[in-house]
């Protein structure tokens, strides 16, 4: 359970929580969102760049032969995270002026990392944490992964697993079950090739496996349940690894180097999905997003909304550097409830709380199911988005695998909080669009962790809303 605390200016420290438990305090500078009834949504606007893409462009820039470029970085905490990982592994990035927003990356190629000289601070990203689990589980050097205390309560067995399969020395506190990681290395033994079956559908885990598979001497292939984003593939192909997909099995065959990256990163359709469910309840609402990944693995949210009844159109489709981009324009109309389940799911994985906002709009009973690995991401997001939304007075019932929501309910305004979850915070703020009175989201400043500028955009398309703070406080998870 997430608990805040405002204290004076002070650097990180450690408290003893529960017996047995310290947590780290980090000081951040916690804001609060204010919003207010919005009048109609209107406009152009874009978002920024794609967070797995730009965690994946670090990455693999800093293992290939050369030097890369990416534009359009996404500059938000969690990618920081991984940014900050790379250059502790030796690898020399140059950041473009903030109106140019390229980075180059001096990559070290596939066998030039170094041993980093202290943990790996991996913040609250789990998508930097099994991620570079996969990179550095093949590397001939020791190191270690940490995080927040939130990202120490999420699951790593999952990778941790597969990863002792094909050779890899590394623990983790309950047997691998959980981060703090310690990575041997591998010394000059190649890790083994794999065949491996997914007992989730994760992209993450995927990935952390293509990676390990760089530094196996056969084949490592992971065959998936539900088709997960599929960005790793696609990167690594352009780089010239040989990597193929038959059916639900991606494959990655021993590769001896990695050409440079120059990419332009799509805007982040996960970002995106907040502004669109926006103008979709906002009544007389009408915008454009421009520059949107539309990668089929990650279209859910938008083509749900669709077949829930907005007007929504994709225009100007293109590609940049394997990856499809279009502009989606959204026009609002009544909505009626949606029947989510199954792999379609997969393909909205990070959206159902801002979906379950759209549902409490739209006539009927909505039924979000097959997502209990929603139970495992930043919070537990089955439970908060109902606490939360049901502060706001919504019709919203959490199952074991998922939400039911009855629609349309007037919303009214109340005090709700982030609990430390960027995509809670959003659902929340556009909740509050439609609700009566003002709704207070405390803890909002963790929306810069996937859109920087996120209430700027939405008051740009002339939403009501006001950021107050910053005030020094601090977040920890605890057990209790
Ligand atoms: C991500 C994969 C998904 C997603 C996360 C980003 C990625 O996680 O929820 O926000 O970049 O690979 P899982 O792999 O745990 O489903």
């Known amino acids: 359970m997430a608990h805040s605390l405002t204290l004076p200016m002070t650097p990180a420290y450690t408290i003893p929580v529960a017996p047995g438990l310290l947590a780290t305090v980090r000081p951040t500078a916690a804001s ?45 905490a969690d990618c920081q995270a991984t940014l900050l990982a790379l250059t502790a592994l030796g690898c020399v990035i140059e950041f473009g002026a903030a109106r140019e927003p390229e980075i180059v ?48 309560q999420r699951p790593m067995e999952r990778v941790v697993r597969p990863l002792r399969q094909m050779g890899a020395q590394l623990i983790g506190r309950e047997g691998g079950r959980l981060a703090p990681l310690a990575l041997a290395g ?26 390990a598979g760089l530094y196996a001497d056969a084949a490592v ?41 120059t990419l332009t990163v799509p805007g982040d359709a996960s970002a995106a999905a907040f502004l669109l469910v926006a103008a979709a309840i906002v009544s007389g609402s009408e ?29 100007n489709p293109r590609e940049s550097a394997g990856e499809p981009v279009a502009d989606l ?95 809670l915070a959003m659902a929340l703020c556009v909740a509050g669009l439609v609700a009566t009175g003002e709704t207070t989201i405390d803890g909002a400043e963790v929306t810069a962790d996937s859109f920087p500028g996120f209430s700027a955009t939405l008051r740009s398309l002339g939403a009501d809303l006001t950021e107050t703070g910053p005030v020094i406080a601090a977040t920890w998870s605890a057990s209790d």
Not at 192 to 210: D, F, I, N, R, T
Not at 291 to 308: A, C, D, E, F, K
Not at 372 to 384: F, G, H, N, P
């Open 32 to 76: 609060r969102l204010t919003v207010r009834p919005s009048p109609p949504l209107h406009g152009d606007c874009v978002v920024p760049g794609d967070k797995s893409i730009s965690h994946r462009a670090v990455i693999l820039g800093g293992i290939a032969t050369g030097l890369s470029r990416v534009r359009g970085f996404l500059y938000g």
């Open 105 to 152: 990356i001096h990559g070290r190629g596939l066998h030039g990392l170094r041993e980093p000289s202290a943990p790996l601070d991996c913040q609250n990203s789990g998508t930097t944490m099994r991620l570079l689990t996969g990179l550095l589980a093949g590397q001939q050097f020791a190191s270690f992964l940490v995080g927040s205390p939130q990202l120490c």
């Open 186 to 211: 591998c010394g000059e033994r190649p890790l083994s090739g794999l065949a491996y079956e997914l007992p989730v559908a994760s992209a993450q885990v995927k990935s952390c496996l293509l990676l």
């Open 221 to 261: 292939s992971v065959h998936e349940p539900a088709a997960t984003r599929d960005h790793s593939e696609r990167m690594l192909r352009n780089m010239g690894a040989r990597i193929e997909r038959t059916g639900d099995v991606v494959t990655i065959h021993p590769t001896p180097e990695l050409q440079p990256l």
């Open 287 to 315: 915008l454009t997003v421009r520059g949107v990944g539309i990668n089929p693995t990650r279209s859910g949210l938008w083509s749900t909304l669709g077949t829930m009844g907005a007007e929504i159109s994709v225009e």
């Open 329 to 423: 324009r959204l026009r609002q109309r009544a909505l009626s409830a949606a029947y989510c389940r199954g792999p379609n799911v997969v393909t909205m994985i990070d959206e159902i709380p801002i979906l379950a906002v759209a549902a409490t709009q739209a006539r009927g009973r909505t039924v979000i199911a097959d997502a209990s690995e929603l139970r495992v991401k930043e919070t537990d997001r089955i439970a908060a988005t109902a606490a939360e939304l049901r502060k706001l007075g919504a019709d919203i019932t959490p199952t074991q695998d998922g939400l039911i929501i009855v629609g349309p309910t007037r919303l009214r305004g109340a005090a709700v909080s982030s609990r430390g979850d960027h995509r």
